[in-house]
Structures are given as structure tokens and as C-alpha cells.
């Protein structure tokens, strides 16, 4: 069966990264994704990676793979105001698990 | 832009109503949409697959009879909500997509329903 797990809080201040990090357990996941929720609202796809890469980077955001751990990481560097939100992290199995989500709360 | 569109965003009524919510994929095709619902501060909870042309299949522990759900095109698919109460009042999201050549899933807006 799936199971995500996800620490539930961080702090950051402005301008420093912020690192959020998740762990999984089924093996033959195929795409690990993270997603954003800002209150109220859909959830919004910052980025994913396939299964046989090991890290993707994207502007301010750097996804991390460690598969045989199987443990993925999302680092956002530069933190801003407007980073705050709930980030979910979710791996592909023919369905989405999510985990329960992190809460990302940025500080000036 | 966004490639899910769901409709209504929030909804109000009173108990006993059925409450229609629908997913549609703007850019693309889907022969498959996921609906979820979300309770404040937790995380997703998926309730279903809407297949193209075919029965959805429902986690365990989702009420058929209550969450109807419908996939008749390849870029709609509806739930309904029947004879709503308040313990259904909850945010429901869908998505639609599949990493087939790395297309992700993208989630529509959701929809917030209470229901009196």
C-alpha cells in the first residue's frame, strides 16, 4: 500500500531557503509530485520528477530523489512572503497518495 | 492558464438538496479524473476514479449511492452530491491527467460545499 509521510510545520525567514522533505514506500512509484495550497483554493503543481532521476531544478525550486531511501525533498531557495502555503508532496502509483501536507509559514 | 476547470466554486444549500459539481480538462483529453474531498487542515482524501464510458471506481468506505458520479465526454466529469446534509459539507477537488510522457495531474479550483 502507499504511505507518505510529511513533516506538518516550518519556519523560515525571508530570504533564506526552505527545505521540506518527505518520505514514501512504495517502490514502484513512478512520478513524485509537489503541490502548493494556499487557503481556500485548488491545489497548484509546482513540480515533479520521474523515478529514475535524481534531482530536477526549476528557477527557485530544486527537487531532490533519493530512491533508494526513498525520500524526496523540495528546497526553495529565496524564500518570500508569498511562499507561504501547505505543500503537498505526492507519488504516482496509477493514483495519487499524498502526504498530509507541510505547513510553510515565512517570517520576516 | 488553467488546464482543469471545476464549477461551482462554493455552494450553499440546504439539506436534502443534490449538488452537481463539475470537472472539465480544458487543454487535453482525459479518460481518467480523480475526485478527492478535503477536510480543514488534512489532506486530501481520494473518493474515486471517473473512467471515460465506464462505472467509477470508489475507495473503500465511499458511499456509491451518495457520490454519483458520471464521465460521459473526455474532458467532463460530474459528481453529485445526493441528498446532501451537513456532514457532506467538506472542500471537493478533482484532477485530471495522466503521467503518460510526463503530463502530471492537474487539480482544478474546488469547490467549497455547505450544506445547512
Known amino acids: 500500500g502507499e504511505d507518505v509521510e510529511q513533516s506538518l510545520f516550518l519556519s523560515v525567514r525571508e530570504g533564506d531557503s526552505s527545505v521540506i522533505n518527505c518520505t514514501y514506500t512504495d517502490s514502484s512509484s513512478t512520478y513524485l509530485y509537489w503541490y502548493k495550497q494556499e487557503p481556500g483554493a485548488g491545489l497548484q503543481l509546482l513540480t515533479y520528477i520521474f523515478s529514475n532521476m535524481d534531482m530536477k531544478q526549476d528557477q527557485r525550486l530544486t527537487v531532490l530523489l533519493n530512491k533508494k531511501d526513498k525520500h524526496l525533498s523540495l528546497r526553495i531557495a529565496d524564500t518570500q512572503t508569498g511562499d507561504s502555503a501547505i505543500y503537498f508532496c505526492a507519488e504516482w502509483d496509477y493514483k495519487l497518495s499524498f502526504g498530509a501536507g507541510t505547513t510553510v509559514t515565512v517570517r520576516a | ?116
Request: hydrophobic letters at 35%.
Open chain 2, 1 to 116: 492558464g488553467a488546464v482543469v476547470s471545476q464549477h461551482p466554486s462554493r455552494v450553499i444549500c440546504k439539506s436534502g438538496t443534490s449538488v452537481k459539481i463539475e470537472c472539465r480538462s480544458l487543454d487535453f483529453q482525459a479518460t481518467t479524473m480523480f475526485w478527492y474531498r478535503q477536510f480543514p487542515k488534512q489532506s486530501l482524501m481520494l473518493m474515486a476514479t471517473s473512467n471515460e464510458g465506464s462505472k467509477a471506481t470508489y475507495e473503500q468506505g465511499v458511499e456509491k449511492d451518495k457520490f454519483l458520479i458520471n464521465h460521459a465526454s473526455l474532458t467532463l466529469s460530474t459528481l453529485t452530491v445526493t441528498s446532501a446534509h451537513p456532514e457532506d459539507s467538506s472542500f471537493y477537488i478533482c484532477s485530471a491527467g495522466a503521467p503518460v510522457g510526463g503530463q502530471p495531474q492537474h487539480f482544478g479550483d474546488g469547490t467549497r460545499l455547505s450544506i445547512l
